[in-house]
Antibody
């Protein structure tokens, strides 16, 4: 059974960096058949995909254009986890942040396992 | 980016009712369409992938159909645990995008 356990602060000051980690059990961050994504949810923006990392013989990363200049998704294979860093945050980045596993079957990517969600507030 | 819309935005229904939710994509996405259910305080839960494939463990009263730009999620006989918000999501191309959600509540 795959489980994703998120950790990180729930309060970040404006202009600072939001950092979250997602620890994986039951699968590998280096899997050649899965991807590892970050998604956030807010009342104003709904569910918003932020980016993903995946291995297909080498590591790939995709970012949403809306955050591309501020986001970094990284992996730590020794700890079997991946992380999100979002720089220069503003109150508009206030949201619940989720990590998720991205699987592919019948040609379609879908999010079949999710972390528990981390509510993050950007405020001084 | 591909825009996803859903209708209705909310509906009231009774236990045992047949419920249909529609999702439309701003461009053709073949069958790269997934459906999720979300309950308060929880992460979304995958119900249907590739437009019509039932995720393992999901009750058979849930079904999906459609291709191209128009899709439907049907709950054949609504159960008390089905009152939730339902989202569609396209995986045709990144950025993956979600619909705004349809809230199903008790009549």
């Amino acid at each position: 059974q795959v489980q994703l356990q998120q950790s990180g602060p729930g309060l970040v000051k404006p202009s600072q960096t939001l950092s979250l980690t997602c620890a994986i059990s039951g699968d590998s961050v280096s899997s050649n058949s899965a991807g590892w994504d970050w998604i956030r949810q807010s009342p104003s923006r709904g569910l918003e995909w932020l980016g993903r990392t995946y291995y297909r013989s080498k590591r790939y990363i995709d970012y949403a254009e809306s955050v591309k200049s501020r986001i970094t998704i990284d992996t730590d294979t020794s700890k079997n986890q991946f992380s999100l860093q979002l720089n220069s945050v503003t109150p508009e980045d206030t949201a619940i942040y989720y990590c998720a596993r991205d699987s592919t079957h019948w040609g379609s990517d879908y999010f079949d396992y999710w972390g528990q969600g981390t509510p993050v507030t950007v405020s001084s | 980016d591909i825009q996803m819309t859903q209708s209705p935005s909310s509906l009231s229904a009774s236990v045992g009712d047949r419920v249909t939710i529609t999702c439309r994509a701003s461009q053709r996405i073949s069958t790269y369409l997934n459906w999720y259910q979300q309950k308060p305080g929880k992460a979304p839960n995958l119900l249907i992938y590739a437009a019509s494939r039932l995720q393992s463990g999901v009750p058979s009263r849930f079904s999906g159909s459609g291709s191209g730009t128009d899709f439907t999620l049907t709950i054949s006989s609504l159960q008390p645990e089905d009152f939730a918000v339902y989202y569609c999501q396209q995986s045709y191309i990144t950025p993956f995008t979600f619909g705004p959600g349809t809230k199903v509540d008790i009549k």
